[in-house]
């Protein structure tokens, strides 16, 4: 079955700075690749998503990136702001299931 | 609008009781799922419902009930619990759960405390 591995568990940056957040898959028929941003006593919310028919993908501050060939994708954040503190998870689903392989997660804390 | 509902918010409950966790969503979506967090852990899949019925269980006790009674509801019954299921219990759905690969929208949990 699926393994996705994320790092770092825990990243700690100030306000302003960018932060990056990196998964690696191990099942190359995975083709959809969500992040979710879980905030303490919430549930997740679907931050981000990229398909394997795209190297890139951008929403303001947000972007994923996917290597295919590496079989791994990266969350980058950048100008980030207090708010954005919270546990991500990467996860991948393979072709023609939604069901999700999550990553362990990482917390990120902005400090301001 | 991608909203997933869930009740309760909290449930305390004892190892002798039964009760039900409720979830609703109505974007028309024919995929439900169950799931159990612990913390600082990812979520665990438990089940997953296509069309109104169970299509993986994913070897989860059977003090673990769920129920599908039409397209926008999804029900966990609860019974004879221990502490250890004490969790944050997640619901989500999606536009499908086989053929297909959809997002999943997840609801803000049910947070149980098995005493």
């Known amino acids: 079955g699926e393994n996705v591995e994320q790092h770092p568990s825990t990243l700690s940056v100030q306000e302003g700075d960018s932060a990056v957040i990196k998964c690696t898959y191990s099942?190359?028929?995975?083709?959809?690749f969500p992040w979710y941003k879980q905030e303490l006593g919430k549930g997740p919310q679907l931050i981000i998503d990229?398909?394997?028919?795209?190297g890139e993908k951008k929403d303001q501050r947000i972007a994923v990136t996917l290597n295919k060939t590496a079989k791994h994708f990266s969350l980058h954040i950048t100008e980030t702001q207090p708010e954005d503190s919270a546990v991500y998870f990467c996860?991948?689903?393979?072709?023609?299931?939604?069901?999700?392989?999550f990553g362990k997660g990482t917390m990120l804390l902005v400090s301001p | 609008d991608t909203e997933v509902t869930q009740t309760p918010k909290h449930l305390v409950m004892g190892m002798t009781n039964k009760k039900s966790l409720k979830c609703e969503q109505h974007?028309?979506?024919?995929?439900m799922y169950w799931y159990k967090q612990k913390a600082k852990k990812p979520p665990e899949l438990m089940f997953v419902?296509?069309?109104?019925?169970?299509?993986i269980n994913e070897s989860v006790p059977s003090r673990f009930s769920p129920e599908c009674p039409n397209s926008s509801l999804l029900n966990l019954h609860l019974h004879a619990l221990q502490p250890e299921d004490s969790a944050l219990y997640l619901c989500a759905s999606s536009r499908e759960a086989v053929t297909s690969t959809d997002t999943q929208y997840f609801g803000p949990g049910t947070r149980l405390t098995v005493l």
């Open positions: 996860a991948a689903s393979p072709a023609g299931y939604s069901t999700l392989t």
């Open positions: 099942d190359s028929a995975s083709n959809y």
């Open positions: 990229i398909r394997s028919n795209v």
């Open positions: 974007m028309g979506h024919r995929a």
């Open positions: 419902y296509s069309y109104e019925k169970l299509s």
